[in-house]
């Protein structure tokens, strides 16, 4: 801990070509330079910082993993930060210009004043799955557009035939290749995840699809120690808005997190209602109280995370009949 404590800090704001770079100079002094988002680039930048630095950079998507990669393999540490801590960070400050360079001093200061823990880079199969995973919802979101138009087009009083002719080629063509990135997913993930792809898929409403997010989405259950963390970062938790007398907002939830994981668990909170026994009983009790049916369906969402977690903590397989001799 003393040694991470007297490390200095690197600020770097990443974009598809360039990586703007602010580290702590001898005396306190914050330098600037620019170099190539590569291989080169990086090499550069060790070379004017030092391996003794604390790397610190943004979640940018793609741009930044290159450079993850190559810290990870070189033994460096680094940290990858929520995107959205930083520019909190950087209103707090009350800045309203916006530059590159800016970015990066302020990254830097960030760490500074932050001092945030290092990030252990995911294995390579986590990466794998991850793009499988969002190719499969790129595909069905271009699915989802083709059949709106065929269906939209089918209400036409005029020729249409060669467009929708095509359209349905289209669909056959997109819903045959989802299918086969859905298996190529399935097999990586049990390859990497055996043990972790039973467990959540033992939880009657969690399906494979389910299962394969849920995983992905919290990169394995890397580091989460409650429920409470999972049904956060599904942004499933509910949210208050209310100061003194006069601002009293309804509560709701956060719906910071996954909208594609919330999506899903929807459809599945669907099916547990009919599968699962503690999740009907939950719904049926909400509902029976003159809850709202979709407050009810969340709460089933939440519930469905907390026999989730409570599998992967235990290590066994969800039992639908547990506690049944208790009620």
């Not at 916006?98 to 001092?115: H, P, T, V």
């Not at 409650?226 to 499933?236: E, F, K, P, T, V």
């Not at 459809?267 to 909400?286: D, G, P, V």
Request: with cysteine; net charge positive.
């Amino acid at each position: 801990m003393m040694e991470e404590s007297i490390k200095k800090y690197c600020g770097i704001d990443v974009s598809a070509e360039t990586l703007d770079i602010c580290y702590e100079a001898e005396g306190g002094s914050l330098l600037n330079f620019q170099v190539t988002n590569d291989k080169k680039g990086f090499q550069q930048m060790i070379k004017a910082c030092g391996k003794d630095y604390h790397y610190i950079m943004e979640s940018t998507g793609v741009y930044h993993v290159e450079l993850m990669f190559y810290l990870h393999d070189k033994k460096i540490t680094f940290t990858v930060e929520n995107a959205l801590k930083i520019k909190r960070f950087i209103q707090m400050q009350l800045d309203q210009s916006k530059s590159d360079k800016k970015d990066a001093r302020w990254i830097c200061l960030y760490g500074i004043n932050q001092k945030p823990t290092a990030t252990h880079r995911p294995e390579n199969e986590y990466f794998e799955c991850r793009a499988l995973n969002g190719a499969i919802h790129d595909i069905t979101k271009e699915i989802n557009q083709i059949c709106n138009r065929i269906h939209a087009l089918e209400r036409c009083p005029y020729d249409v035939k060669p467009i929708l002719k095509s359209y349905r080629s289209m669909l056959t063509k997109l819903r045959l290749e989802k299918s086969k990135l859905e298996k190529e997913l399935l097999e990586k993930l049990k390859s990497w995840q055996p043990e972790l792809l039973t467990l959540v898929s033992s939880v009657k409403g969690i399906g494979k699809r389910a299962a394969a997010e849920l995983i992905i989405f919290t990169k394995a259950f890397n580091g989460m120690t409650d429920y409470r963390q999972l049904i956060s970062y599904a942004g499933l938790n509910p949210t208050e808005h209310s100061s003194g007398t006069s601002i009293r907002g309804r509560g709701r939830i956060s719906k910071r997190g996954g909208y594609q994981l919330r999506h899903i668990l929807y459809m599945c909170a669907m099916n547990a209602m009919q599968t699962n026994r503690a999740c009907r009983e939950l719904y049926q009790r909400l509902i029976s109280k003159g809850k709202n049916g979709k407050v009810a369906i969340i709460a089933v969402c939440n519930k469905l995370l907390k026999q989730v977690f409570g599998c992967v903590k235990n290590g066994i397989p969800y039992d639908d009949n547990y506690g049944k001799s208790f009620v």
